[in-house]
C-alpha cells in the first residue's frame, strides 16, 4: 500500500496578504517494499471572492485551493476553443506512483547475485 504525503513548501503572496503561488510538495512511500518517490511544483492560485487573511490561513486550506480543479482553455491556429482540466491531486498521485511502479520493475530485473 502507497500512503501519500502531501505538503506546502512556500507561499507565494501580493500586498501581504493574498496568496499567488504555493509551491507544492508529495512523497509517496511504499513501506511494503521499502520504496520512496516525490513530485513537487507550483500552483498558481485565482481566488475569486474567497479571501483568508494570510496569519489565518492553514496548510489544509492551501491544499484544499491547490487540488480543485484546473480549467486551462486556448485558442487554436483554426480559432476554436479547446479546454481541458487538469486535477492535480490525482494527476501528482499517479505521476508518483508510477515512480514506485518503475522502481519495483527495475529491481526485479536486478535480482540478487547467486553466489551471495
Not at 513530485?39 to 487573511?53: D, E, P, W
Not at 491556429?77 to 519495483?104: A, P
Amino acid at each position: 500500500m502507497i500512503t501519500y504525503t502531501w505538503n506546502i513548501e512556500k507561499l507565494q503572496v501580493a500586498n501581504d496578504e493574498l496568496v499567488v503561488k504555493a509551491y507544492w510538495l508529495l512523497v509517496a512511500k511504499d513501506e511494503e517494499n521499502s520504496l520512496t518517490a516525490a513530485a513537487s511544483g507550483i500552483r498558481t492560485l485565482v481566488r475569486g471572492n474567497s479571501f483568508t487573511a494570510y496569519g489565518q490561513l492553514t496548510e489544509q486550506q492551501v491544499l484544499d485551493w491547490c487540488f480543485e480543479p484546473e480549467v486551462i482553455t486556448w485558442t487554436t491556429v483554426n480559432r476554436d476553443k479547446e479546454t481541458i482540466t487538469k486535477h492535480l491531486k490525482d494527476d501528482g498521485e499517479k505521476q508518483v506512483t508510477g515512480q514506485i511502479e518503475r522502481q519495483l520493475t527495475q529491481k526485479a530485473a536486478e535480482p540478487a547475485l547467486p553466489w551471495l
